[in-house]
């Protein structure tokens, strides 16, 4: 009967911390080696390979060691992030600019994806998988992020998901003048079950007059 590997034990490694001073171990996760400060308030660790040494070097100062965190990777001696293509988790393409590239971050309220190019600013809450929070968009496919009021916008195409109720085919109110501009207001049926008038020249709503 073959024996199962026996587990690994974490190993302290010859140099301790340069931040603190304590001692640095090195330990494994999922197939994973990684190193890990003893220090009470320190930070300090890093990608490592079975024998503890950084297998991945800052681009910034050219010396720090990398270690990767759900945000992407970040500099464990000059505290500089990787912005390079394998520096955070890629979602693909952006789907509204086409030149950046999403990216799968965490922020206070949780994880959410965002374009790398800040002029797109492209963003969706999702889960810690990627997935977006509204599920993918029923006419292109893309992600859709829930807004304030509840409704589910495509970031893509910018299409609405739910469909816009049906007027009723009575009741619709008379015509009349935006106070405005003077040009004729539409009546609109709108989501809250009510008609309201809209005039598309100024871009104002207004209420319908009762009576």
């Known amino acids: 009967m073959k024996k199962s590997p026996a587990p690994f034990a ?40 079975k024998k503890g040494r950084a297998v991945a070097k800052c681009p910034s100062c050219a010396l720090g060691r990398l270690r990767t965190t759900p945000r992407g990777r970040v500099c464990a001696d000059c505290g500089k992030w990787d912005n390079s293509e394998e520096g955070r988790p890629s979602q693909g393409p952006c789907p509204r600019c086409k030149t950046g590239r ?22 969706y809450t999702c889960d810690e998988a990627g997935r977006p929070e509204g599920g993918h968009c029923r006419f292109c496919k893309g992600p859709v992020r829930k807004t304030r009021a509840g409704g589910l916008l495509c970031v893509a195409c910018e299409q609405w ?37 809209r005039c598309d020249p100024c871009g104002r709503w207004l209420e319908v007059a009762c009576g």
């Open 10 to 49: 974490p190993i302290t490694l010859p140099e301790p911390c340069p931040q603190c001073g304590a001692a640095v171990l090195l330990r494994t996760r999922e197939g994973r080696f990684f190193t890990r400060c003893q220090g009470p308030d320190c930070l300090f660790g890093f990608d490592a390979d």
């Open 102 to 123: 999403l990216r799968l971050l965490k922020g206070e309220y949780g994880h959410f994806v965002g374009c790398s190019d800040l002029v797109c600013g492209l963003t």
């Open 161 to 197: 998901q739910r469909p816009r109720p049906v007027a009723p085919s009575t009741a619709r109110p008379p015509a009349a003048p935006c106070p405005a501009c003077g040009q004729a207001l539409r009546a609109v049926w709108t989501r809250r079950q009510r008609w309201v008038h």
